[in-house]
């Protein structure tokens, strides 16, 4: 399934992402719920955001595609990944189920993934990253000898018969290296080898392997580097000791208003009382109503971050320190 041209947006990657982390290897259930807020995080509300969906609703229910053959003769499937999609603008909810057919596959896709690391495959910035994540994991721990032939990636990344990207230079410079970087963000690292036949890249060999360090029992660890999958697990749960409302906030940072890891670690790690989690949560509620006309921002996460930091005193600077000081009388 996940190696056959499928060619998603971001808001059709997110949709199957989220359906998937609702899927339980033990349950019978192939149905789940999701809310509009977490496909489009930025807040968008209205005809604009609706009309997106309905358009990743569309794109979404139809049939896959998929070749296979022996000795010359192919054999070529179509089968729709979900059985049923539904919009509903007044619950704001997309429900729906899973192809029955495609159970088997779907449960062991599901399986390999925690929620955890479904949220922060959430964070990738493009469609084509999260796409490739899920090409290269269905590979991960089988012996890589088989060269992936260029022509084949570009058709799942994209879709059968298309231009887009053709030409390997800009392939990968648009494509591999930002997806790589992001890969490495989460705790995984890529090695390509490419293959030619004269000066044309024919295939290409990827070997994925963990950057999972020994972690700590202590929550302080280095600020700006950004956690493994594993670590932010264990990392929410040290926020659960502390507040229960803080691995909400911690999640709702990262993949909500798009802070990096490491950013939203130190956000939470300097609210440790009610007072703090209520300045913080305020100017959440006054940053998304500043997104419904983001003319004047530039990026959200920076945004965010700055606004934050104008209410919490942790973040006063040396320099506003010294200067109050320097203002007081003798």
């Known amino acids: 399934m996940i190696r056959s041209p499928l060619a998603l947006s971001n808001v059709e990657a997110r949709i199957f992402a989220l359906a998937l982390g609702c899927l339980h290897q033990k349950q019978d259930s192939l149905e789940f719920t999701i809310h509009f807020q977490d496909i489009t995080p930025s807040g968008r509300r209205g005809g604009s ?7 990743a609703q569309t794109k979404l229910t139809q049939p896959l595609m998929m070749t296979r053959g022996k000795s010359g003769r192919r054999q070529r499937d179509a089968i729709s990944m979900f059985a049923i999609l539904s919009l509903n603008e007044g619950s704001r909810q997309i429900t729906g189920q899973f192809n029955p057919l495609l159970r088997e596959h779907l449960l062991n896709l599901a399986g390999r993934f925690t929620t955890v690391e479904l949220q922060s495959l959430l964070s990738f910035k493009s469609a084509h990253t999260q796409r490739l994540f899920w090409i290269l994991r269905s590979y991960h721990n089988q012996t890589w000898e088989e060269p992936l032939a260029f022509e084949t990636l570009r058709e799942w990344l994209f879709g059968e018969d298309s231009e887009q990207y053709r ?9 591999l290296k930002p997806a790589m970087a992001e890969f490495l963000e989460i705790g995984w690292q890529v090695e390509m080898r490419v293959q030619k036949q004269g000066r044309r890249v024919e295939a290409l060999i990827f070997k994925m392997t963990s950057t999972l360090e020994p972690d700590t029992d202590s929550a302080v660890r280095p600020a700006k580097r950004t ?10 749960e040290e926020l659960a000791a502390i507040y229960t409302e803080l691995p909400a906030l911690y999640d709702r940072l ?3 208003f798009e802070l990096k ?3 939203a670690r130190e956000v939470v790690s300097n609210v440790r009382d009610m007072t703090a989690y209520t300045l913080v949560t ?9 997104l419904v006309n983001p003319n004047n921002i ?9 606004q934050i930091k104008s209410v919490l005193p942790v973040y006063q600077t040396l320099a506003e ?3 109050s000081t320097e203002s007081k009388p003798a």
């Open 282 to 290: 305020k100017v959440l509620y006054d940053v998304r109503i500043a």
């Open 254 to 256: 990262r993949l909500d």
């Open 298 to 306: 530039k990026s959200v996460a920076a945004y965010t971050l700055s």
């Open 321 to 323: 320190m010294v200067g």
């Open 167 to 175: 030409n390997w230079t800009d392939f990968n410079r648009y494509v």
């Open 49 to 55: 955001a609706y009309a997106e969906l309905m358009e």
């Open 261 to 263: 890891e490491y950013q």
């Open 227 to 236: 956690l493994t999958l594993t670590e932010i697990a264990r990392y929410r």
